[in-house]
């Protein structure tokens, strides 16, 4: 052999090893080249989650169980190609992962946000952004790289259990809401997981439930929400719910994960499911190609069947591909990718800070009676609280547990291990007011004691009722109008604070949960009969992630205030409501109903075999407020501690955009902000309409007292639209559309009319019902 021979042939055998063997390192320009090199093993492993303790150690499928103690999930890793493990963690309210490790003294706690209720109260997407952009920054800095939120399902009904995680029974506010929490999140270089897609609104047998809906209900309520989302922020992943919408399994849906998500509307990143492994009746063949990425938490059996329907040729290799170049897509977006430095050490001060501006902006101050001690005709009102004057100090008589025991949040996978809780009475002292020492006493004991009985009689397999999946809400504990009188002599006024505790895996019931227990009603009227009698007033705190009962007992107190969950810094944000330092500014994104028999899906709600939608599109307001129907508080509505005037609109319609403007001035003596909030009612055409529906809103600066600011609002023509069935398209019919603004749904202060042209949009023929359902018409 000659040594030109022996050079060629060595040449050629090093060539053909390294086509073998090749090893390309994933890299943002090299997807395809390291797909390519991907074996059938290599590509069905990364479509399947990689660790997580809900199955025991068969699930760890890559070895990455303990990556970060706590974290929900992970992408498995394939260290040959250079594809890192990323890390899921839940979300929504702050970054869930466990407090403490093994071996370390070191802890890992994280903030605790506002609840999602609480933030779309704010009617600030600004502020909702920087709550994103600091749970991001969180994120990232526990060597996460996804956070599963935020929650964006609708409020059908207020006895969901998690409604406390979604934002609001509209989905305009609830798509918007939630694209400002993901480019917050996003603009740190952290990704989200909005969830749960889709028409999760029930927590009752969640993984079978069938939800049975019109194509109309589906399209303009529980999509339009994911729909904003995803146009305005391209969420890195999204979340395909555990129900079925319409005798199909939302995970195996291609029609929902496929045509309507990524065809319809564009989507670009990755679907993974929800927690549930390998599930009856639902081959992962099936999810793969439904277009679902990511199988979580991840079996291997899932693993196997992948491989197996491929060399079987029930799966088809190009469907595999597909869906790991999704991934791959995704991972190189990724901290654990761009291998960034987790310092484990968030700015915790700042995110506190945040946390109490947004949830100051979230409450909502439902009811601001005359003071009882003002003269008849009553100027002056409850609140704020006027402290000044009070010789030897302002003192609070703090009644109702949760007012020692402030829930920052709700229960489940949303549940945050925050650092500390500020509870009332730590936040009224931080703002000077004293609270009653012998209240403390007993609350303080009472916790205890209740604290321990409840998790002695806890059944083993209630297991989000352990205090690691958040915090608990005991009973009420009784007062004797003796015990009460002796309060009245030493405070200027009393706080009771109702509070409810709900999450994930059980819907709330009405007797005891919507509505108040005996205990609480008499407490509510004993204290505000002892406080009145010395012309002292009486103010409720709502501590709660949903809806309650008030129209049997509002008018015993002199105002109420809606806390929601507030998140770690709770106290703090009450005290500045409760003082005047913040001026109310929060409006409720739900109807507050009478009963909770008064929604039309309560009847038959939380069936765990099917519930159908006989509402169809009445949901809230929508129904409340088409139907005439009275409500406790309706869509929108919050109080301030100072007055707004609307000036007559200006609305524009310039091709496919309408422009609306008003101009909102401060008529009242103290600084504040106002929501404008802009209903349209559509005219009558082909299909019939809602009384009006909530199609923008811009909330206002803080206003000084004679200022005034004009806001701005676009609305496309394509949001006017209805779903029209017959024709599978959007459809905005042509004619004369009422824009109403106002301060509610209710309260409107200022009307405009515009000609908008005819505009339709196809769609694909999706999710049809499988059989006629029978449903609400005005
Ligand atoms: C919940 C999800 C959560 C996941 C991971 C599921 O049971 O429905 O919202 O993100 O668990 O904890």
Redesign the pocket.
């Known amino acids: 052999m000659n040594t030109k021979r022996i050079l060629t042939t060595a040449i050629a055998a090093t060539t053909c090893m390294m086509t073998m063997n090749a090893q390309p390192k994933l890299s943002p320009t090299n997807i395809d080249e390291v797909l390519k090199a991907m074996t059938l093993e290599e590509k069905a492993k990364l479509l399947v989650g990689g660790a997580n303790n809900f199955f025991g150690d068969q699930a760890v499928v890559g070895g990455e169980a303990d990556l970060v103690a706590g974290a929900?999930?992970t992408s498995p890793a394939i260290p040959r190609l250079g594809i890192p493990a990323t890390v899921l963690t839940?979300?929504p309210a702050g970054v869930r992962i466990d407090p403490t490790r093994k071996g370390t003294d070191k802890t890992y706690y994280a903030t605790g946000f506002p609840i999602g209720t609480c933030l779309a109260s704010t009617w600030n997407t600004e502020l909702v952004g920087k709550v994103g952009e600091a749970i991001g920054n969180e994120t990232k800095e526990y060597r996460c790289d996804v956070i599963?939120g935020p929650?964006m399902n609708l409020h059908r009904n207020p006895l969901c259990g998690r409604n406390f995680e979604y934002y609001s029974e509209d989905p305009l506010l609830t798509g918007k809401i939630g694209a400002a929490y993901i480019n917050g999140v996003q603009s740190q270089g952290a990704g989200v997981?909005a969830?749960?897609f889709a028409v999760n609104s029930q927590e009752t047998n969640r993984t079978g439930v069938d939800e049975q809906l019109s194509q109309r209900a589906a399209r303009e309520l529980y999509l339009r929400s994911f729909e904003i989302a995803v146009r305005e922020s391209q969420p890195w992943t999204i979340?395909s719910s555990?129900n079925q919408i319409n005798g199909q399994y939302s995970m195996g849906n291609r029609d929902l994960l496929t045509s309507i998500l990524r065809d319809d509307w564009g989507f670009k990143g990755i679907v993974m499911t929800?927690?549930i492994g390998i599930r009856k009746g639902l081959e992962t063949i099936t999810e793969v190609q439904a277009g679902n990425d990511l199988m979580e938490p991840g079996q291997p059996a899932q693993v196997k069947e992948i491989i197996d329907g491929v060399n079987s040729g029930k799966l088809d290799i190009k469907d595999v591909d597909r869906n790991v170049r999704r991934m791959l897509e995704y991972i190189v977006k990724t901290p654990s990718f761009k291998q960034y430095p987790a310092s484990n050490a968030p700015d915790f001060k700042a995110h506190a800070a945040i946390t109490r501006q947004t949830a100051c902006e979230g409450i909502v101050l439902l009811k601001n009676g005359p003071h009882p001690a003002s003269p008849k005709g009553g100027e002056r009102l409850t609140l704020p609280l006027q402290l000044e004057g009070a010789g030897g100090g302002y003192t609070v008589a703090l009644f109702g547990e949760n007012s020692y025991d402030f829930l920052s949040g709700g229960t489940g996978?949303?549940c945050v291990h925050t650092p500390y809780v500020v509870d009332m009475v730590e936040g009224l002292k931080n703002a000077g007011i004293s609270t009653s020492k012998t209240l403390t006493d007993i609350y303080r004991k009472y916790i205890e004691y209740a604290r321990v009985k409840f998790q002695a009689e806890r059944h083993p397999a209630n297991w989000f009722q352990q205090e690691m999946f958040g915090q608990q809400k005991y009973p009420e504990a009784a007062f004797s109008p003796i015990a009460i009188g002796k309060e009245v002599r030493e405070a200027d006024a009393a706080i009771v604070t109702i509070g409810r505790q709900a999450g994930?895996g059980a819907d709330r019931d009405i007797a005891t949960e919507f509505n108040l227990v005996d205990t609480e009603r008499q407490l509510i009227a004993d204290v505000c009969k002892a406080f009145h009698a010395a012309n002292k007033p009486v103010i409720v705190i709502i501590n709660s992630g949903s809806v309650i009962e008030t129209a049997s007992w509002r008018d015993d107190p002199d105002a109420i205030i809606c806390a929601w969950q507030p998140g770690e810094e709770g106290g703090n944000s009450m005290a500045d409501i409760l003082t005047g330092k913040v001026n109310p500014s929060g409006r409720l994104t739900m109807t507050w109903p009478i009963a909770a028999t008064d929604h039309p899906s309560t009847e038959g709600y939380a069936n765990p075999v099917a519930t159908p939608h006989h509402e169809d599109i009445y949901v809230g307001y929508r129904y409340f407020d088409t139907f005439n129907k009275e409500v406790a508080y309706p869509f929108g509505f919050g109080l301030s501690y100072t007055t707004f005037e609307f000036s007559k609109p200006k609305v524009k319609t310039s091709g496919k955009q309408v422009t609306v403007q008003v101009t909102v001035k401060n008529t009242g003596t103290v600084a504040g902000k106002e929501v404008a909030q802009v209903y349209v009612t559509a005219p009558k055409g082909s299909i019939e309409k809602p009384a009006y529906e909530l199609k923008a809103f811009a909330k206002t600066r803080e206003l000084q007292p004679g200022e005034q600011q004009t806001l701005t609002m676009q609305i496309p023509v394509r949001m006017l639209a209805s779903f029209d069935e017959a024709g599978s398209q959007w459809l905005t019919e042509a004619g004369q559309y009422t824009f109403r603004i106002g301060a509610s749904s209710r309260d409107i202060r200022c009307t405009a009319t515009a000609k908008v042209g005819r505009y339709t949009e196809k769609t694909t023929n999706a999710l049809a019902p499988k059989a006629k359902l029978n449903l609400l018409k005005q």
């Open positions: 929900a999930g839940d979300g599963l929650g997981s969830k749960h979340m555990y929800d927690w996978s949303g994930e």
